[in-house]
T-cell receptor
């Protein structure tokens, strides 16, 4: 089944403790992206990647890092999480061209 | 900059009524794409439709229909004979060209929460 898999689904962590949210897609898509969803703000892009080793900032990149060492994986790294990063995070992938993203199931992160 | 406005924050209708969700967008691109996604209570994002800027034909899929009007920069979504299963948050989104090519950045509206009352 074609899908985007992100883990974990739920995560509660403490301020300052480094964490990684994994994302993997099995569709051989070139594009991958991370979004965060906050009430009243919709979804905002954090980082995106156009292919292996090619990444760029989205609209709200502060406090996040990404890497794209393999085509299928695009982890999101929070080096020192803070409470304002409490949010619902979505990973997504798309083939080259304007086809729209396929989204993962989401990761609900709480930073206390 | 790209912008998508969904002015309706929440809508409630009684089951079997028709309902229209509004979406207004801003872009300077001549080629762009518009999308609608559904987010049911379970939280996942479900793709509903993609429309390119050169195709202004309305589209119908079962009880769903979309009205794209470039003259008013709108891409409205109508559900006919609504059902309880239609209760969800609906997002309109606009794709823009990336510096390196492609159109894979989606700019989302803030969403409309639709509640269908049994």
């Amino acid at each position: 089944e074609a899908q985007v898999t992100q883990n974990p689904r739920y995560l509660i962590t403490v301020t300052g403790k480094k964490l990684t949210v994994t994302c993997s897609q099995n569709m051989n898509h070139e594009y991958m992206s991370w979004y965060r969803q906050d009430p009243g703000l919709g979804l905002r892009q954090i980082y995106y990647s156009m292919n292996v080793e090619v990444t760029d900032k989205g609209d709200v990149p502060e406090g996040y890092k990404v890497s794209r060492k393999e085509k299928r994986n695009f982890p999101l790294i929070l080096e020192s999480p803070s409470p304002n990063q409490t949010s619902l995070y979505f990973c997504a992938s798309a083939p080259q061209g304007p086809y729209g993203y396929t989204f993962g199931s989401g990761t609900r992160l709480t930073v206390v | 900059a790209q912008k998508v406005t969904q002015a309706q924050t929440e809508i409630s209708v009684v089951e079997k009524e028709d309902v229209t969700l509004d979406c207004v967008y801003e872009t300077r691109d001549t080629t762009y794409y518009l999308f609608w996604y559904k987010q049911p209570p379970s939280g996942e994002l479900v793709f509903l439709i993609r429309r390119n800027s050169f195709d202004e034909q309305n589209e119908i899929s079962g009880r769903y229909s979309w009205n794209f009007q470039k003259s008013t920069s709108s891409f409205n979504f109508t559900i006919t004979a609504s059902q309880v299963v239609d209760s969800a948050v609906y997002f309109c989104a606009l794709s823009e060209a990336l510096p390196g090519g492609g159109n894979e950045k989606l700019t989302f509206g803030t969403g409309t929460r639709l509640t269908i009352i049994p």
